[in-house]
């Protein structure tokens, strides 16, 4: 290779270099800072050549094998050009890949053995002469085929580079400032990707506790006494652990936390109320913490085979309605190095919430009615005897202050009975609760003073 056509070549390939894309016209190459100074009068014409990459994949892996693609040089003049010198050039956009990171080789036209292509250092991206001292002859619209093969290091960053294949032509039958020309292939995109895929590892889930409830009652009265219950805490993970400990409602809908009143046990023997917790994994439950605002903390140490048991109450307030309900306790783990948080749960507890007992309620009178008032115990009458019942039997719940002495009727069907209201997991709500029963017996009695009345005024 001539001395002037290298420094050509190395221009070219400077300006590839440091803006990581190809020069896509030869004048900008010689007006670039550093290309070499042409000959006084020198023009630099469009090539006769074209070349063209074949074959080059869209990605290479570092550190992988070597990846095999074609340049093809082909005369498009009606007579024999030259090509003085070639080059293939790796253009850096920003990776920071050095030439060490990068092995060319290459075999001739014609040729089958591979040799490596000569470094010409660069200290962004690759440049590589091809066939430094050969001259290479193409007769009018004949072709020449270098086979390529490029092996990328392991320790290469991954990302785009540039690479594309230059080469310096003269035209012997124009005047000599007008011979040399620069042909070009084009500059695709090649991925580098990295040597090993990275991967995340999924954290080992943290140790947990068993926990189970004892003593959750079947039954709670809308406005009705607190009860208690337990929650119990095992740990047989092997290994000591940090419990957050966590109630949950669960029920068709969400229950209003304002209608509860659940409250824990503390380590110093104070009762303390339970917040609400922030996990909304299931919008119809209701979580519970047990841990008040600026109270305490929920977080306690549960050594390996060790027990630890929670005492806590729970109550609703009296305009709480009537459903069935489940609770479950979790047993959340504090993480270590390496895992991720997990909790274990209890068995649910099914319970139902009765609605609070209604005041005593007397039959009134029409106002609008002009029948004759209804028979008292010495008038005979064709209506119903109705049963008198007490509040407290009525209800199923005990006799306020309130209630001493009153009375109320109510009248059942004959089949009418109250649902068990047990727990377990198949408890259900009752089937008729006291105040049905109240209001079903007034009803009734209505009714029957009204046909009384009207058949003593059919008699007169």
């Known amino acids: 290779m001539r001395p002037r056509h290298r420094r050509f070549l190395a221009a070219t390939a400077a300006v590839t270099l440091a803006s990581g894309l190809a020069v896509v016209e030869a004048p900008a190459v010689f007006a670039a800072s550093g290309a070499v100074t042409a000959e006084r009068g020198t023009q630099v014409q469009p090539s006769p050549v074209t070349v063209a990459l074949g074959g080059l994949p869209g990605t290479v892996k570092a550190g992988g094998s070597p990846v095999e693609f074609t340049a093809t040089l082909r005369n498009t003049a009606d007579h024999q050009v030259d090509v003085v010198s070639s080059a293939f050039v790796i253009g850096d956009t920003g990776t920071g890949t050095r030439q060490s990171q990068f092995k060319l080789e290459y075999q001739s036209p014609g040729g089958a053995q591979w040799q490596d292509a000569k470094v010409n250092a660069a200290t962004v991206g690759a440049f590589w002469e091809i066939d430094r001292s050969a001259t290479l002859r193409l007769a009018a619209g004949a072709e020449a085929v270098y086979r390529l093969r490029l092996t990328v290091t392991a320790d290469a960053p991954a990302g785009r580079v540039t690479p594309g294949f230059d080469a310096n032509v003269e035209d012997p039958t124009l005047p000599r400032e007008q011979r040399s020309s620069l042909a070009q292939s084009g500059w695709p995109g090649l991925v580098i990707t990295p040597a090993v895929t990275p991967t995340t590892q999924a954290p080992t889930p943290a140790a947990t506790a068993d926990v189970k409830l004892e003593g959750v009652p079947a039954t709670f009265t809308a406005g009705g006494e607190v009860k208690p219950f337990k929650l119990v805490f095992t740990n047989n993970s092997g290994r000591d652990l940090r419990v957050m400990p966590t109630i949950v409602f669960q029920g068709e809908t969400e229950l209003p936390f304002e209608t509860v009143r659940f409250e824990y046990q503390g380590p110093d023997g104070a009762w303390l109320p339970g917040g609400p917790g922030g996990n909304s994994e299931h919008p119809a439950w209701l979580y519970m913490d047990l841990r008040p605002s600026g109270v305490g903390s929920d977080v306690f140490a549960l050594p390996n085979g060790g027990t630890h048991t929670i005492n806590a109450r729970l109550a609703f307030t009296k305009d709480a309605a009537a459903r069935t309900e489940s609770l479950v306790a979790l047993a959340g783990s504090l993480p270590g190095a390496g895992e991720s948080g997990a909790r274990s749960s209890s068995q649910k507890a099914d319970f139902t919430i009765v609605a609070a007992a209604g005041p005593s309620v007397t039959p009134t009178p029409d106002p609008t009615s002009s029948a004759a008032p209804a028979p008292t115990a010495a008038q005979p009458s064709s209506a119903p005897v109705v049963p008198v019942i007490p509040v407290a039997q009525a209800t199923g719940a005990s006799p306020s202050p309130a209630a001493v002495g009153s009375q109320v009727v109510a009248a059942a069907a004959p089949d009418a009975r109250l649902a068990s209201t047990g727990g377990g997991s198949s408890a259900a ?22 046909r009384n009345r009207v058949r003593a005024g059919a008699g007169n």
């Open 429 to 450: 709500p009752m089937a008729i609760t006291g105040v049905t029963a109240i209001a079903l017996g007034v009803g009734i009695l209505v009714v029957a003073w009204r």
